[in-house]
């Protein structure tokens, strides 16, 4: 079947799905919708697509489209999408799922009572080094996993300046606010190994103590640097550091994991390179290019990508991301991030601002399955 697709943010980050939508033979895109007419407009026009709007609502109930990409600013994410799944849409969402517990549970619900389904778009899950060592991990090859690592350190100062909502949701709050690229990753190496669904069941928070002063001479209450120690219910710990604000050159990713037969560290963008060590290949700790893996572990999709996934953004993964969701519709199977794995990347952020209100104390991190 075709999925028609509408864009909510069609004139911002929501463009960026034009190509893999575009690129996919089950799928088709029909609406755009940004509250900016004029840019709205010309995008639709040079894109030859018809349904133009200017409200989601209207668009939800234009029976135009099957299938929603919201990449509308943050905080219009939960309500947008509850109210595609109240139209019986299907649901691609960016990050984060929500910016509160409370529309986090009234999202879950939702999506529980949809015909449409829910899927949060991740896209750092479908990078081509984070889906081999989660192959890696689903092969047992780390053995048991006790450790894990991600930082998103990504200097965005002008961009915070920029886009307003920024600088309320994400630097206008203390916290992890933005954590799915670097906990995503890591949740799905942890459920691939020591427990199916693991998930982050408490989070202690702790910031740098410094605050960056904007032009007009405000604080940002988020600390330039935060990080949370995640309790995971497998009983490991993760750490997650977000930093949007120190100065410094590019480098948007960390990740590492332990095992008890393995470790991994990725590359920081300058110089090093992802490594492994696996007892299995090499009974003495020493470090191997994670590249050397790919031929024997890597998924046919990433051995042979089309010429759309290696030129769509994140490393391919706005590409990948919409050909699973695309898929999964289709075949009626289950979600990469459904709404229970989309809850399990937000709600630890969320929980990480409680923490740093209350002195870092242990902030338990609700379960989004008992939510009905
Ligand atoms: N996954 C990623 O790698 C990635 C990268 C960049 C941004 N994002 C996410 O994408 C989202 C958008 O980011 P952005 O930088 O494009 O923001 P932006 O401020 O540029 O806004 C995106 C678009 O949404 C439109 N918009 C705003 N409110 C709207 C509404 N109520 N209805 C319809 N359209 C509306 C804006 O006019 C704009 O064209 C954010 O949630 C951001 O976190 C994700």
Redesign the pocket.
Known sequence: MTIRFGI???????N?FVRAIRANPAAQLTAL????AD??AANAAELGIDHVF???EAMFDSGQIDAVVI????H??AP?AIGALAHDLHVLS???AGVSIEECRDLVRAARSSGGRYMM????TYMKSNVLVRELARAGLFGEVYYGEGAYVHELKA?NEG?P??RRW?TGVNGCT?PT?SLGPVLQWFSETRLRGDRVVAVSAVGSGHHYTDPRGDHYEMEDSVTMMCRMASGGLVQIRVDMLSNRPHHMTHYALQGTEGAYESGDGFQAVPKVWLRSRQAEPQWEPLSELEDEFLPDFWKNPPPEALAA??GG??YWEVEDFVRSINEESELAIGIDQAMDMTLPGLASQQSLATGSSWVTVPDPRNWT
């Open positions: 909510i943010g069609a004139a911002g980050r929501g960026s919708c940004d509250i900016r840019a709205v200017t409200d989601a990449g509308t600013p943050m219009f994410h947008q960016e990050v984060t778009a991740e896209n750092f961009l886009t909502w920024r994400q933005y690229h953004g994140h993964g706005d």
